[in-house]
């Protein structure tokens, strides 16, 4: 599930940068797009980019997972490469009592 969302496929960014709504740039510098039906029927992605940068910082989610409402949330860091990595996502399901958290930390450039 979170997969989907954290790297959607190129047909399905495009689709959601056709339909989503934007605003900003907040006083972070960041542009919100939120959009609907994105990967999932009925499913509501919004998505906040540096408008500087072009990077993706962060991702909220509402959608259906196996028949029970799960949100997720990520954000993401930029590595001095310019690499854009998911840092940080919880995914939570409240009617099953499930809540998911990723974290990825200390890259480190190998010798």
Do not use: C
Not at 17 to 42: C, I
Not at 80 to 100: D, F, H, W
Request: hydrophobic fraction near 35%; avoid cysteine.
């Amino acid at each position: 599930l979170l997969e989907q969302y954290a790297n959607p496929t190129e047909g399905k960014i495009l689709d959601f940068l056709n339909q989503a709504t934007t605003s900003g740039p907040d006083a972070a510098g960041l542009f919100e797009m939120t959009g609907r039906n994105v990967v999932a029927p009925g499913d509501i992605l919004s998505m906040w980019t540096d408008a500087r940068t072009r990077h993706t910082r962060k991702i909220q989610v509402s959608t259906n997972y196996k028949g029970d409402m799960a949100n997720v949330t990520a954000t993401f860091q930029t590595l001095a490469s310019g690499l854009n990595y998911m840092a940080y996502a919880e995914i939570a399901v409240p009617t099953k009592q499930l809540r998911v958290q990723v974290q990825n930390f200390n890259y480190t450039r190998p010798n």
